[in-house]
């Protein structure tokens, strides 16, 4: 029988065993088990340190029997066999019930591979019922596994654990790290005629080893230094797979030419810049100049503009759908919530002034029309827009997810601006997309710096421009960790600063983590919408809300409408004040921002729906309860709705962590610095990678199991020119059908889940 990558497990190893693995691990090929590496090695003659263990972690630890004692129950019958592990200093108890043999088997001086769940009975941790394996032994009793893969000869048994290294899988309850061991050398013994995937030239070039070696380097290691060999390898794998789709999807999308929409002299963009109240800053003539000369050719552009908030995007923005208008065709401005497609219209209808009313008493020439799209519009509204747009009357359709929908068509739509991208994917752009004859231009706009590795690879289908420089005279933004523990009394400054701030015309933002009435449990089973705008990133994996100790994480964390009416009744009464959430109905939203813009309200107390985009100059103080809910990007992201006029900003973040410990770090380097640059490798630091691509996308779902996007610069980097480097010669891959198929596997198994996030 021919094995391959793909054949299925259960051919292999037999029912029960690939049973558990699939329901249990996901794993059902051959690749996926490869692929299922080992978290780290245990060293024969090294044991498990006793002291790091928690109670309920699932482990498997290396130990050596200390003592065993048996006796009968008390109030049951049978027998009770405790045996006594360690590791030099400390014990772990080992109980059986009515397992007297284990006495025998788990004799004094033995030592072996012990796993299960910590639990606690007294002030003794113990594992009940463990799985055991022990080094050498070959009369254990195979008393639970009737497979192939189990019913190993003794000379295999002793030859398992001939090395020092013993690997140690994610295992679970109905699989042992061992049996998992086992399989895998079943499996690595059939696949050292599977064809490597990476041309040899490039393995020799790169200095690595094959994939068959590979392989077997990371399950059955005689040191250390083949592991790294073997991850070095694997990595380079996972960083070519992902660079050489990539470079498929800029050559697919280079195939169907775009229409070139070139500067038009005299025209709507050369009336605007004459009258802009402001001069452009040199980044923004430089990046403006770029996308310029991009609309106006054939290759569809396909680009991401990084800039600070606050660097003014939206004007280069408009510029790009203003040329594009000149040239006769449309721009569609996508927005991720309601509130912002509302702002963006009101911000472009405003920097348009009488150049966007076309048909309008006051109207100039060369004018054109901006028109509002999203889901709550009313019927009669909505008929208009889809008319507009329909028609090309509308220039400009700014709108929401709602411009995604069928019904919606544009006469001729050049050019396709998405602001705030991490909300869209490439789903959604290629949506857009079909809504024109040829592909239209693509600009993305982001204000959430990403670190250069993330942006080659989950957005590595677009080009990046970076948008640095901020308009001069801007106000500087302190800001401050309030520590509630240590300082109560800061919290009252706080308060006052508000109030003080109020008094002379500033604004303030007041931001919770959590809008606190009865719909948010519903929220999560509808999923994310059009408003779910309120949405938390994910706290990150290595620190669970609560392993801290703090106080403020025992309770539930600060919501709008119990802030709001505590400041309302206490330290902020006399304010004007009102609440915005995702929630509230979208004219409210509206109505709510516009006043908070006015003047009309001192301050707003609201969830991360003000996250992005929101532009209201006199804002001046922002304070964010239980700060260290939010992620880093997601706080500079909400510090850059202050101090965007000329009143300097202050940032307050609350919260009731303790010092030293993680989240409050992260608070302390968000008031350190401004440079996002900077904030977003943090971000990324203390994230796993699963959730850098995602907060649903564990590292197997996205097909980086080994790479980290925080350390693994070089590789990205290197395998991003030999990927570009082999399609340029090899588009679809003939000569390298290994290659191809590990990219079908990826975009297959993960529909390339990850790639869609760009
Ligand atoms: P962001 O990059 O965060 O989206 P915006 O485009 O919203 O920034 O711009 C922020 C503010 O700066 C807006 O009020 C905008 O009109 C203003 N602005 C943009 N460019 C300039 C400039 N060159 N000089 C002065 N103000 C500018
Ligand atoms: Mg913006």
Redesign the pocket.
Known sequence: MAVTRDSPLRALLGGRTATVLAEQLGISTVDDLLGHYPRRYAERGHLTDLAALRVGDEVTIVAEVRSVSQRRMRNKRGTLTDVVVGDGQRSLSLVFFNQPWRAKQLAVGVSGLFAGKIGIRGNQVQLTHPECEIFGATDQGLDQDSDPAASVDDRERAMTYASQLIPVYPASSGIQSWTIARCLRLVLDLVDAVEDPMPEAMRERRGLIGLAEAWRKIHQPESMADVDLARLRLKWDEALTVQVTLAQRRVAQAVNPAYPRAVREGGLLDAFDARLP????AG?RIVGAEISHELGGHKPMNRLLQ?E???????VALRAMLQVIDAGAQAAFLAPTEVLAAQHLRTLRSLLGPLGIAGEFGAEEHATRVTLLTGSMSAKARRAALAEAAGGGAGIVVGTHALLEEVVQFADLGLMVIDEQHRFGVEQRDVLRAKSAAPPHVLVLT?TPIPRTVAMTVYGDLETTILTEV?AGRAEVSTSVVPTREKPAWLDRAWARIVEDARTGGRAFIVCPRIGDDGELDKKATGMVDDGDDSLQPLPDDQPPGDEGSAATKRAPMAVLEVADMLRKGPLAGLRMAILHGRLPAEEKDATMQAFARGDLDAMVTTTVIEV?V?V?EASVMAVLDADRFGVSQLHQLR?RIG?GSRPGICLLITGTAPGTPARERLEAVAATRDGFELARVDLASRREGNILGAAQSGRRSGLRLLSLLDDEAIITESREEARYLIALDPDLIEHQALADQVARLSEDERADYLDKA
């Open positions: 402001f001069v452009l800053t923004q800039g908030v606050g660097s003014g995007k939206t004007v204000a308009p985009g532009d100059p850059g965007r």
